[in-house]
């Protein structure tokens, strides 16, 4: 009998469905990085930014260096603090280390290759609440690109969303409030 071959989350792309206009995860794509069935997921918002940068947030000598990297919304859990993440690949894997220090993540922002980010907050979900919301269609999950670490926020949910098929390239171009078209 051959073995199952278990699907796992951790380490994917979350893409909200054009539907899902609850304000918060509006057109938001998600990194999956804890999953764990029988426990839930965490994962983080990497498309919304609030237009402030570290510097405006710690003031400390230390995160001086840091200071002109943006912050983003990461998702509406733990909104009380501020972490840094770091992205890469290496050997065709996507890889990420989440809660980096602010001296790691001052060597990381001048390694060539990486993505640091800052963000507040995190996204997560109890035991089957994921797994149910994508039998309903809310998200689409998708594997990590290396496209993904050169992204524009603002444009990130359009360009994965235009990567699934023609009808939602289509649905990648409609306004979010379809009755202002």
Known sequence: MPSETKYTLENSLLIAEPSLSDGVFDRAVIHVSEYSEGEGA??????????RNVGEILTD??????????????????????????????EG????RL???????????????SLLIAHVGHSSWYDGQLESELSE???????VSPSTLN?????????LMKEISPYHRLLARTPKDIGKN
């Open 93 to 96: 894997s996507f890889r990420y």
């Open 137 to 143: 269609e809310v998200w689409i999950s998708t594997a």
């Open 99 to 113: 809660r980096v220090s602010a001296q790691e993540a001052t060597k990381i922002k001048r390694r060539p290759g």
């Open 42 to 51: 965490i994962g983080y918002i990497l498309n919304k930014p609030t237009d």
């Open 151 to 159: 992204w524009n926020a603002t444009k990130l949910w359009g360009e």
């Open 61 to 90: 000598p230390i995160f001086e260096p840091l200071k002109n990297i943006p912050v983003y919304f990461g998702g509406p859990v733990g909104t009380d603090h501020l972490v840094f993440s770091v992205f890469w690949w290496e």
